[in-house]
């Protein structure tokens, strides 16, 4: 298998660890969606780390940034861009844009990580009060 199938591969997987993550969310249980998350960002960071083999020479890749307005949005709409974001990584995949989908897939695992940082906040403040 090689690296591009290898990478097409694990963005479907990470974008149905998402669809889970979506679904629980709309369930509000909230152990499922921290483990679909959990997932989703183990299967982003891996998929960043095929990217990053490929690309190793490459030096506009700290210029990437996420949104900065994503930063206090809902969760769900994080959860929605990206899912824009990871149908789009898998499209340039498919279409030979390879460093185009790594820059998607980087930004994604960026708001997801900002997620699990506001489902970790939420669960300190409610061990808190407790």
Same mark, same amino acid.
């Given at each position: 298998?090689?690296?591009n199938e290898k990478i097409l591969k694990s963005l479907k997987s990470a974008t149905t660890h998402l669809e889970n993550s979506m679904q629980a969310?709309?369930?509000?249980?909230?152990?499922?969606?921290?483990?679909?998350?959990?997932?989703? /960002?183990?299967?982003?960071? #891996?998929?960043?780390?095929?990217?990053?083999?490929?690309? %190793?020479? &490459?030096?506009?890749?700290? @210029?990437?940034?996420?949104?900065?307005?994503?930063?206090?949005?809902?969760?769900?709409?994080?959860?929605?861009?990206?899912?824009?974001?990871?149908?789009?990584?898998?499209?340039?995949?498919?279409?030979?844009?390879?460093?185009? /989908?790594?820059?998607?897939? #980087?930004?994604?695992?960026?708001?997801?990580?900002?997620? %699990?940082? &506001?489902?970790?906040?939420? @669960?300190?403040?409610?061990?808190?009060?407790?």
């Amino acid at each position: 298998m090689t690296a591009n199938e290898k990478i097409l591969k694990s963005l479907k997987s990470a974008t149905t660890h998402l669809e889970n993550s979506m679904q629980a969310l709309n369930k509000k249980d909230e152990n499922a969606f921290a483990e679909s998350l959990w997932h989703l /960002a183990a299967e982003l960071e #891996y998929v960043l780390f095929l990217f990053s083999i490929t690309f %190793q020479n &490459e030096n506009n890749l700290s @210029k990437w940034k996420p949104n900065p307005e994503q930063k206090n949005a809902e969760t769900g709409l994080v959860l929605v861009e990206v899912q824009n974001l990871l149908d789009e990584a898998e499209k340039r995949m498919m279409n030979g844009k390879s460093l185009d /989908a790594y820059k998607g897939t #980087y930004i994604a695992r960026h708001y997801i990580l900002r997620v %699990q940082e &506001e489902l970790a906040k939420k @669960k300190r403040e409610a061990l808190k009060k407790k």
